[in-house]
C-alpha cells in the first residue's frame, strides 16, 4: 500500500497574519495524525509575504509539540542558506525532543530570490555545487562521533536523524542514488523531469547503511471536495499564487475565484496547466481514479499530498478526503 504524507506551506491568507498560519499548521498536523498520514512536512522559503515556515526547525518544534505520533519534518531545508553544523544542532535538538518522529529533507535550491538569498548568506561566494559536500557533512554530524573529532553536533550526534534528498531535476535523483537516500521529488510545482529523475534515482541507486532499496515520494497537489465545481475553485487560490510569484508580486495567499481560468490568456492557462499537472481535483471518487494513475505511472513509494486552499475548514476536508481515498488504494 502506498503510504501517504503531507506538506505544508504554512500559508499566509489575505485578511490573515503569521500567527494564524502556524496555528492552523499545527491544527492540520493534528488532523493528519488522526487520519493516517505517516508524515507532515514544512518547507523553508523566505521573503514570501504567502508563507509563514521561513524558521523551518521553529515551526516543526511548534507542531511536534501539538502531536505524538507522526512525523514530523522539513521538506526541506535550503542547505547553501546554512551551515550544515548549525542544521544538525537544530535538528539534534527536534530529535532530542520528539526522538524517532523528526525528518529532515534538505534541497540546494535557496527558496527565496536572488536578493534574500545574499540576505542569508552574508556573501554567495558559495558554490551551491559543493551541496554533496555539505550533505555528508551534515550525516557525519548526526552520526556517531568519531574517534579525535573536534567539532561536534551538540545535541545531534548519535540521533541518526533520516535525510532526504529533494530535487525537481535530474540532479538531486542523482546525489540521491549515489548516497543510498531516499528521494522526494517536487512534482506538485515542477513535474517537467518526474518520470526520468525517478527512472535515474532507481537504476543509479547504490544501498547504503540508511537505505537497502531505492524508496521515491512523489508530490502531488490534492484539491478535493463534493463537487468537482467546489474543487476547481479550492484551486484557483493556488493558481493566483503563482501567476503572481510569475509576475513578480508574490502576496498573502487569496481568496478563491469563481471561473477563474475563464480570464486567463491561452499562454498563462497553459503555464498554470504545465506547472499543476501532478494534481487530483475534483470529488473522492475523481480524485481516487487520478492518484490512481499518478501510483501507477510513477511506481511512487509514497505521496507527498499538499494543497494551498484558502479556508481552513475546506483545506482540512480536502486533505482529509484524500486520507480517505488513499486508505482504499492497494
Request: aromatic share 6%; with cysteine; net charge negative.
Amino acid at each position: 500500500m502506498t503510504k501517504y504524507s503531507m506538506l505544508d506551506l504554512a500559508p499566509i491568507v489575505q485578511g490573515g497574519d503569521a500567527g494564524l498560519a502556524l496555528r492552523n499548521a499545527r491544527d492540520l498536523a493534528q488532523h493528519a495524525e488522526r487520519w493516517g498520514f505517516t508524515r507532515y512536512w514544512l518547507a523553508e522559503h523566505h521573503n514570501m509575504p504567502g508563507i509563514a515556515s521561513a524558521a523551518t526547525a521553529v515551526a516543526m518544534a511548534h507542531v511536534a509539540d501539538g502531536t505524538s505520533t507522526i512525523r514530523i519534518g522539513a521538506g526541506g531545508i535550503m542547505l547553501p542558506n546554512h551551515a550544515p553544523l548549525i542544521i544538525a544542532e537544530q535538528f539534534g535538538t527536534l530529535a532530542a525532543l520528539h526522538p524517532g518522529r523528526i525528518d529532515l529533507g534538505v534541497g540546494r535550491a535557496p527558496g527565496t530570490d536572488g536578493l534574500t538569498a545574499q540576505a542569508l548568506r552574508r556573501n554567495l561566494r558559495q558554490d551551491i555545487d559543493t551541496f554533496p559536500n555539505d550533505v555528508a557533512e551534515l550525516m557525519a554530524y548526526l552520526g556517531p562521533s568519531e574517534p579525535g573529532q573536534r567539532v561536534r553536533a551538540i545535541p545531534g550526534e548519535g540521533t541518526n536523524v533520516p535525510v532526504w534528498v529533494l530535487g525537481s531535476s535530474l540532479y538531486g535523483a542523482q546525489l540521491a542514488a549515489a548516497f543510498g537516500l531516499p528521494y522526494a521529488f517536487a512534482s506538485h510545482f515542477a513535474p517537467q523531469a518526474l518520470d526520468e529523475a525517478i527512472e535515474i534515482y532507481r537504476h543509479r541507486f547504490e544501498p547504503s547503511e540508511h537505505l537497502a532499496k531505492p524508496y521515491v515520494m512523489v508530490g502531488t497537489n490534492v484539491f478535493a471536495a463534493d463537487s468537482a465545481e467546489e474543487a476547481r475553485r479550492l484551486m484557483s487560490s493556488i493558481q493566483q499564487a503563482f501567476l503572481n510569484l510569475r509576475r513578480g508580486t508574490p502576496g498573502p495567499l487569496q481568496p478563491p475565484v469563481d471561473g477563474y481560468e475563464a480570464a486567463l490568456s491561452p499562454i498563462e492557462r497553459a503555464g498554470l496547466d504545465q506547472a499543476l499537472s501532478c494534481s487530483a481535483i475534483g470529488t473522492a471518487d475523481e480524485v481516487r481514479d487520478q492518484l490512481k494513475a499518478i501510483i501507477a505511472r510513477t511506481g511512487a513509494d509514497e505521496l507527498m499530498i499538499t494543497a494551498q486552499v484558502y479556508d481552513h475548514a475546506a483545506r482540512l476536508r480536502s486533505f482529509e478526503i484524500a486520507a480517505d481515498v488513499m486508505k482504499t488504494l492497494d
